[in-house]
């Protein structure tokens, strides 16, 4: 079976002028592979987390109104940064191209609309659950080889569950982060930005991080 790679980019990182480049650079490396890209969303989330502030919208509902805004961020990934990627809207769209190397961007708001249809295992409609989670649920749910974590701050040198407290990464990751063989981080912003493994399958980091 293909080598697949699920690459979250984090939210933080769409206001880089040459993100494009970045990028492109980045998933050079894995050109062999089936890349499945998630965009996080960034400020268009913050402001969804404003209007529930704001208005009670409730968890479900500020649920998918962030996952709507994470469709504003993969649209310009896909239209403008990585426009030679595919647009998968569907898990039946994912499953038709994982055996393939390629570039694919998720749109995730149909793609666990779709899931949720089907009576898949799914994430919680929680505020514990950001891009960082969802994009593990997608390496999960088809058996990615590594997740990377691409970012705009340094791979942290502590444990999971301290990434947790630390809010570098969300409350849910470490349920779905064991299931993974491989997750590694890249900060883009560095001046040469490099993927560096953070956490392997059976390694004390994963038995650590009990949240």
Same mark, same amino acid.
């Given at each position: 079976?293909?080598?697949c790679v699920?690459?979250?980019?984090?939210g933080?990182?769409?206001?880089?002028?040459?993100? &494009?480049?970045?990028?492109?650079?980045l998933?050079?490396?894995y050109?062999?592979?089936r890349?499945?890209?998630?965009?996080?969303g960034?400020?268009?989330?913050d402001i969804?987390?404003t209007?529930?502030?704001?208005?009670q919208l409730?968890?479900?509902?500020?649920?998918w109104?962030?996952l709507?805004?994470?469709?504003?961020t993969?649209?310009?990934?896909r239209?403008?940064?990585?426009?030679?990627?595919?647009d998968c809207?569907?898990t039946?769209?994912?499953?038709?191209?994982r &055996?393939?190397?390629?570039l694919?961007?998720?749109?995730m708001?149909?793609?666990?609309?779709d899931?949720?249809?089907r009576d898949?295992?799914?994430?919680?409609?929680?505020?514990?659950?950001?891009s960082?989670s969802?994009?593990a649920w997608v390496?999960q749910?088809w058996?990615?080889?590594?997740?990377?974590?691409?970012k705009?701050?340094?791979?942290p040198?502590?444990?999971l569950?301290?990434?947790?407290?630390?809010?570098?990464?969300d409350?849910f990751? +470490?349920?779905?982060?064991?299931t993974? +063989?491989?997750?590694?981080?890249?900060?883009?912003?560095?001046?040469?930005?490099?993927?560096?493994?953070?956490?392997?399958a059976?390694?004390?980091?994963?038995?650590?991080?009990?949240?």
């Amino acid at each position: 079976m293909t080598h697949c790679v699920v690459i979250k980019i984090g939210g933080s990182l769409f206001d880089l002028p040459d993100l &494009s480049d970045r990028l492109r650079r980045l998933t050079e490396k894995y050109h062999t592979s089936r890349q499945l890209l998630i965009a996080g969303g960034g400020a268009a989330t913050d402001i969804v987390r404003t209007w529930d502030r704001c208005h009670q919208l409730g968890e479900e509902t500020s649920h998918w109104l962030a996952l709507r805004s994470m469709q504003l961020t993969g649209g310009l990934l896909r239209t403008i940064l990585l426009p030679d990627a595919d647009d998968c809207r569907t898990t039946a769209g994912v499953d038709a191209l994982r &055996s393939l190397p390629g570039l694919s961007v998720l749109d995730m708001h149909d793609i666990l609309l779709d899931a949720e249809s089907r009576d898949e295992d799914s994430v919680p409609h929680s505020w514990q659950v950001t891009s960082d989670s969802i994009a593990a649920w997608v390496g999960q749910r088809w058996t990615a080889n590594e997740l990377i974590l691409v970012k705009s701050v340094a791979r942290p040198c502590v444990s999971l569950a301290a990434a947790v407290e630390t809010g570098l990464v969300d409350a849910f990751f +470490p349920r779905l982060a064991r299931t993974l +063989p491989r997750i590694s981080w890249c900060n883009l912003r560095d001046d040469s930005p490099t993927i560096q493994p953070w956490l392997v399958a059976g390694r004390q980091e994963f038995d650590a991080a009990e949240t």
